[in-house]
């Protein structure tokens, strides 16, 4: 069974220095709801995984304009401005990954795999200070697996035992994330007594807490 | 006829029957709107589907259904909805047949440029350096020249690359070039250019393959 | 637009010596028309990367009874005592791999990861010729990928694009199958114009020939 | 009282309110059957499925839902279903609370063998080596000694392992052990056995901790 708790309850879990990582495509599929709780908090030096910063006024992007971030790990932030003037400024720590490693560096996180080789980044600012390893003529990367203390994740579904369904491309880095960290909450749209066996996406025994959207 | 266009009409030819496609956001684009007759295309956005339409009519938009910039879309019959590993393992374990993709610089190589301006810009890469290593066929659009008129067509990119030696095609309003083992061919000009324009307008060295350089009236 | 063609089509197309993935677990979620068709052409010496090697009346293991494979790649052999005997007389290579191991290179294989590293084998004769890392003060092994010349899965449902959806625990190895192979073809109890997006397991552009069941 | 329902009572005790389970083939399965009151577990099949129930009644049984073993299940209310790479990442991932495993061997060290014989049997290790190495906590159930009268519970074992160094809890018919870094230490014996007869049933060093030994009544 998830425990439903308020997204005030969940920031007051969050400390200083903490590794989050935040669900969501261009805040697709994001926690908003949770993203807001975090802002009232304030809690500073956090560390995010995410696709992206967002928007200004969407996603993990309402953390960036509050500056609560020391550093962020992502593929892209060209959506939000500010990340890059933070960057610029040397008031943020910014790590690019490309998308299908970041995503695959997550899921190594969650499934006990120490690493991986990828051809991705091969001969770009990626590879620096990464062993390269030519298999089968092929130059690849040594990637690592990416955990953090939270998840927060969205689904448009949920159940009493934590099972989560998404729709349309609200998915994205959700499933994968609610490997990856040590507390998963997810935020949810709707939430009801049990799906469809079938219909389950995140596996309700990976979801510690569940929060409603707007409480 | 305008830039986009002209690219648009002439890239779309590159595209066989069947073909997943992931088009970059931008003038990439441009090619989905002059699909040829009889040509049934995949098409893949990063974030999550094949198979989606139009955006939708107003009032019909879904927010959890976007492209990979963000804007509504529309999903047809046969299209499905993935995660993001997923997503890559189709273009990383090359499943995309083609990926069209804008650039800041490309090179004889098949260098490619495009997700940052050191101390200027950076959008980061999101998934271009996936698509430009997994798909198997990479196609860069681009203006031959850029706004100042410089070549962006060059001998070995300046930029720090998205990825090495991965494009397979270079096309701008001016022409279609091959990147082969012996260097960029020219295949094609537009009409209204010559061999001897579009030299002087790029910075590599083009070669004339034996079979010539055939003008099309694509444009 | 996956193109629907007979067992006995797709058997026609299967030569001596080729690679062959079979999906299933104990035959739950095996391809059990294509199998027969198979055992009908009656072509030797192919290699099979399968979970197991099912019983001998059910799934691959109708294959093991016909004497068409001289390698086997498998977690499991138990339930196919003539799979044993083969192995022991020298008739049939085996590869034992973790089942964990099995479907996480078979995943590789389709996703283009180079290879990975796992602590599942550590101390065990799976060690064997691998090379040994250790990351975070874990002993890991590098795994490769697989791949094979053919994929052949079940589902419970198709579409004419080629998109699957699977029943319950027949999904199990499935899904990776349709990633890893140069020909992926789907033998469906049911056939559909088209399903709801969201009921999409395995993605029809991976699928090239279906086959319904029985035909 | 038979041996399985021995194991089954104490290893049941093992458990935590919540915990997601994998239990083996065979003695294994002995444990979901005493699941003390208002405890509350999550259990994994390995080809696929949380939450299932028993056996279906007979003509209800649907050929696509079966256990590890291949036979008939049910699925609960809050059950799931889920691919092979997804169940070894919960497994490989350290996601799995317990799982429960029988053995042909298993040693002081935590050692265990139970995949092969060779010359003999080799069925092969399925899912336990990932189980072995993935789970939070590895309980060893087994007969004290094998029909020959043989210990199973050896200072080192000599079959072919499993996994190295895995297990932390081994429970038999006699006793239950705790595989610490200083040993195999002896925590609980049942009623109708002594140290001294466990001691001489098994190959293994048996360290006496000072909190000493409790005679359990779990049989």
């Known amino acids: 069974m998830a425990k439903v708790i308020t997204s005030d309850e969940v920031a007051a879990m969050v400390?200083?220095?903490?590794?989050?990582?935040?669900?969501?495509?261009?805040?697709?599929?994001?926690?908003?709801?949770?993203?807001?709780?975090?802002v009232r908090r304030n809690v500073k030096d956090?560390?995010?995984?995410?696709?992206?910063?967002?928007?200004?006024?969407?996603?993990?992007?309402?953390?960036?304009?509050?500056?609560?971030?020391?550093?962020?790990?992502?593929?892209?932030?060209?959506?939000?401005?500010?990340?890059?003037?933070?960057?610029?400024?040397?008031?943020?720590?910014?790590?690019?990954?490309?998308?299908?490693?970041?995503?695959?560096?997550i899921r190594a996180g969650g499934n006990g795999v120490g690493g991986f080789y990828t051809p991705t980044g091969v001969g770009t600012l990626v590879a620096e200070g990464k062993e390269i390893r030519i298999i089968n003529g092929r130059e690849m990367l040594l990637e690592t697996p990416l955990r953090a203390k939270f998840a927060f994740i969205k689904a448009f579904l949920g159940d009493k035992y934590g099972n989560l369904r998404y729709q349309a491309t609200g998915r994205n880095f959700n499933p994968e994330m609610a490997f990856a960290a040590d507390i998963v909450v997810a935020e949810v749209d709707n939430l009801v007594d049990f799906m469809d066996p079938e219909d389950v996406t995140t596996l309700g025994v990976l979801v510690d807490y569940l929060v409603r959207r707007g409480k | 006829m305008d830039l986009r266009e002209k690219v648009g009409r002439r890239g779309a030819r590159l595209f066989k029957d069947g073909m997943l496609v992931n088009l970059g956001i931008g003038m990439?684009?441009?090619?989905?709107?002059?699909?040829?007759?009889?040509?049934?295309?995949?098409?893949q956005t990063e974030n999550g589907a094949i198979g989606f339409g139009p955006a939708p009519e107003e009032g019909y938009d879904n927010p959890y259904l976007t492209n990979a910039g963000g804007s509504p879309l529309t999903i047809l019959p046969g299209g499905c909805y993935f995660d993001s590993a997923t997503s890559f393992a189709l273009i990383r374990g090359g499943h995309v047949d083609a990926t069209v993709l804008g650039v800041l610089e490309v090179d004889e190589k098949g260098n490619l440029a495009n997700y940052m301006v050191p101390g200027k810009l950076v959008p980061g890469m999101g998934g271009a350096m996936d698509l430009a290593i997994g798909a198997k066929m990479v196609v860069v659009v681009t203006e031959h020249c850029d706004k100042t008129g410089n070549p962006k067509i060059l001998k070995r990119c300046k930029l720090p690359l998205t990825a090495k030696e991965s494009v397979h095609w270079i096309l701008s309003e001016l022409a279609l070039m091959e990147v082969t083992k012996e260097g960029l061919v020219l295949r094609e000009i537009a009409p209204d250019t010559t061999i001897e324009e579009v030299r002087s307008k790029t910075e590599a060295d083009l070669i004339i393959s034996a079979d010539g350089v055939e003008t099309v009236k694509y444009y």
């Open chain 1, 15 to 38: 400390n200083k220095g903490d590794t989050i990582m935040v669900g969501g495509f261009l805040a697709v599929g994001s926690p908003e709801t949770i993203c807001d709780a975090l």
């Open chain 1, 46 to 105: 956090l560390s995010l995984i995410c696709n992206d910063t967002g928007w200004p006024d969407r996603g993990a992007g309402k953390l960036i304009m509050n500056h609560q971030f020391k550093k962020v790990i992502a593929s892209h932030l060209g959506t939000n401005r500010e990340t890059g003037r933070q960057m610029s400024n040397g008031e943020l720590e910014v790590e690019l990954n490309p998308q299908g490693t970041l995503i695959e560096r």
């Open chain 2, 28 to 43: 990439p684009t441009a090619l989905a709107d002059y699909i040829p007759e009889g040509i049934q295309l995949n098409f």
